[in-house]
Structures are given as structure tokens and as C-alpha cells.
């Protein structure tokens, strides 16, 4: 099914926030970052990478129990909404691409952001903190109460911190936790 591709060839161009621009080829599954020519490190993030990448998986059990999916193509709560969530707090500093007629880099979305991996990380939990609390506040007082206990108690530097570096020990596949 795949077109044989020289590489190089392809003209379909990415434009990144920072006004530099890549070869959509240029991205393979493996990466979550780019060096890019303007100085500046950006995150790569796929669809097909798992949501567990910057979150853990209670987490995301718990955010696919609680956000509700009526489209038929995002059926269950993953790395589209949360970069959705990310695209709707800042527009500017993310931009999507359609990779799906672009069999060698292997994915259907992608998303590079103005901020490194880290940085985007600390957003993802920052959102997913506020998305929980909306969520739980609509709950009963006992399950409020609990959560704002636990909230009370988490710091989402220290927590990005802690996950970045455990999940560095893991091998570099975005599939083992799968
Ligand atoms: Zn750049």
C-alpha cells in the first residue's frame, strides 16, 4: 500500500509556531522532540503515541470514565483530546498536521509545540488538573473533598519531574505501555 518515497522529496512542509519549517518526513514514531534551526527544542507528540506518555494510566482510566465522547472517531479519551486541550488554551504555539497520506512517518495526527517536551508536559498536567476538577466538581461533596485533598497535595512540577525520569529507564518505544 505504501508509495515507495525518496527521502527529501516530499514537499509537503510543516510551518512550526517559531516561523521555521520541516518536511513532514523528516518525523518518524520514535521522536518527541526536534532541534530545530531556530534555536529551539519543540515537542513532537503523534496520536498514535499513548496518552500515558505524560500521564499516568489511573489517570487516564479515570478521564475516559469522565469526559464524555459522542464523535465516533475519538472514541475513547487519548493523545487528540489532550493536545486539543493544549491547541484550545494556546493556539498559536501548537500546530497540527494530518500525516495520514504520509505512510513513512507512520501516524494519522501530529502536533509540534512552540515548548520543549518538558514544558508541554507541565501544560498537559495543568489542564488535566483543572479538566478533573471541572469534572469532579459536578460530582458528589465526598468524591470533591477526596480530590481536593489529593490535588492539595500534587505538584505538577515535581509530579513531571518524577514521570519523565522513571519512564526514561523504560526503552524509547512510545508502544511498551500499550
Ligand atoms: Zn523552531
Known sequence: MSQPRVPGESDDRLELPCGEAIAVTDLDLGMRE???????????????????RF????????????TETTSEELSEFDMPHVMGMVIEEFPG????????????????????SEFDSRRLHEIIVELIVELMEHAVSHGDEDE??????????????????????DRNFEAESPYDDR
Not at 526536534?34 to 496518552?51: E, N, Q, R, W
Not at 500521564?55 to 470514565?65: A, D, G, K, N, S
Open 55 to 66: 500521564l499516568p494510566e489511573f489517570l487516564v482510566e479515570i478521564l475516559r470514565e469522565v
Open 93 to 112: 504555539s501548537v500546530v497540527s498536521h494530518d500525516a495520514t497520506d504520509e505512510p513513512d512517518v507512520g501516524c494519522g495526527l501530529l502536533w509540534v
Open 144 to 165: 470533591l473533598s477526596e480530590f481536593e485533598r489529593q490535588m492539595l497535595e500534587f505538584d505538577v512540577e515535581e509530579f513531571v519531574e518524577e514521570y519523565r525520569a
Open 34 to 52: 526536534l532541534a530545530c534551526d531556530c534555536g529551539a527544542t519543540h515537542a513532537v507528540v503523534m496520536d498514535v503515541h499513548p496518552a500515558t
